[in-house]
């Protein structure tokens, strides 16, 4: 989660993160930190959901991914990343990894990400609170 901070002199960014101790918070002091771009996103695969079932299927046949444009909020621009589809390590449950070809500011739980097959939309899920490597 991403916030602003304001201070009477200049605004601070914090950025939670679900696997710190419980309220720990880092705060970077500008609009650039590190800590505030993401370079992927994990998503449970029932959590999406899909205008076009049959690229789920043409994902399942692909060993190298596919490239998708993708937008992270409703006002950003397209972005283009690669998509695969992984197992966990007990196999029970799949996952979209989608791995950003630039790093994204201020990508936020709650959000919704929605993928696009060149100009087809391909459907769209909330990003989950931890967005992370689920392994």
Not at 38 to 66: K, M
Request: glycine residues 6%; positive net charge.
């Amino acid at each position: 989660m991403i916030d602003k901070i304001s201070n009477i002199n200049k605004s601070l960014y914090d950025k939670r993160f679900p696997d710190l101790h419980k309220g720990d918070i880092l705060i970077g002091g500008n609009h650039d930190h590190p800590s505030l771009f993401s370079y992927e996103i994990f998503l449970p695969l029932q959590s999406f959901n899909w205008i076009n079932g049959r690229f789920l299927e043409t994902l399942r046949a692909s060993d190298e991914g596919l490239r998708v444009r993708f937008k992270t909020r409703h006002t950003s621009r397209v972005l283009y990343g690669k998509l695969r589809l992984i197992s966990s390590e007990s196999k029970e449950k799949e996952f979209l990894k989608l791995e950003f070809e630039k790093p994204e500011r201020a990508v936020t739980p709650g959000q919704i990400l929605v993928l696009y097959n060149n100009e087809e939309c391909l459907g769209g899920a909330p990003i989950p609170v931890l967005f992370s490597s689920p392994h």
